[in-house]
T-cell receptor, first 114, second 112 residues
Framework: DADVTQTPRNRITKTGKRIMLECSQTKGHDRMYWYRQDPGLGLRLIYYSFDVKDINKGEISDGYSVSRQAQAKFSLSLESAIPNQTALYFC?????????????FGPGTRLTVL | GENVEQHPSTLSVQEGDSAVIKCTYSDSASNYFPWYKQELGKRPQLIIDIRSNVGEKKDQRIAVTLNKTAKHFSLHITETQPEDSAVYFCAATLNAGNMLTFGGGTRLMVKP
């Protein structure tokens, strides 16, 4: 089945370290997103990309960067991790056709910054 | 930009009772409102959505209503079952296919 996958699934790191979270999809979707989930705050958009050459900041992009290496791959980087970036991170995809609206989420990456 | 508020943050009901979760949005131009369900340890998944040209939509035990004038929409779950226990998120956007603004989530607990 076509799917959205994320690696790693869990990561513990120290303050100041550079971290990369990777997302891959076999759904053939052009649009990809990175969200962060914190208790009581829902899902907040970090960055999104509507195609390979398109990168856009979301609601909370400070401290993060992204790379869209191919249609199927969208990576999120924390250049210098800090403890308040401890959260559950989700990648999501959606098709370009505006009549097909569902966003498909990956399994999530739980990041802990000590 | 859009702002979505969701209430309550937690909801406990007895099995068989109904549950209602409410969301308000700020941008009157928003026209697509999906609901996602996230079971414990799992990824969010779409369960139902509604567009602004429709006032109500049903799918078996779940329904969503939309009041454009008041800028609020609600999720209704009837005859709740233990497997309905999860976190539910509402969202809003201008034009389906664009990025979503999510509410803060509601943790629903259905007691057997």
């Amino acid at each position: 089945d076509a799917d959205v996958t994320q690696t790693p699934r869990n990561r513990i790191t120290k303050t100041g370290k550079r971290i990369m979270l990777e997302c891959s999809q076999t759904k053939g979707h052009d649009r990809m997103y990175w969200y962060r989930q914190d208790p009581g705050l829902g899902l907040r958009l970090i960055y999104y990309s509507f195609d390979v050459k398109d990168i856009n900041k979301g609601e909370i992009s400070d401290g993060y960067s992204v790379s869209r290496q191919a249609q199927a791959k969208f990576s999120l980087s924390l250049e210098s991790a800090i403890p308040n970036q401890t959260a559950l991170y989700f990648c999501a995809t959606s098709p370009t056709n505006s009549g097909d609206n569902e966003q498909f989420f990956g399994p999530g990456t739980r990041l802990t910054v000590l | 930009g859009e702002n979505v508020e969701q209430h309550p943050s937690t909801l406990s009901v007895q099995e068989g009772d109904s549950a209602v979760i409410k969301c308000t949005y700020s941008d009157s131009a928003s026209n697509y409102f999906p609901w996602y369900k996230q079971e414990l340890g799992k990824r969010p998944q779409l369960i139902i959505d509604i567009r602004s040209n429709v006032g109500e939509k049903k799918d078996q035990r779940i329904a969503v209503t939309l009041n454009k004038t008041a800028k609020h929409f609600s999720l209704h779950i009837t005859e709740t079952q233990p497997e309905d226990s999860a976190v539910y998120f509402c969202a809003a956007t201008l034009n389906a296919g664009n990025m979503l603004t999510f509410g803060g989530g509601t943790r629903l607990m259905v007691k057997p």
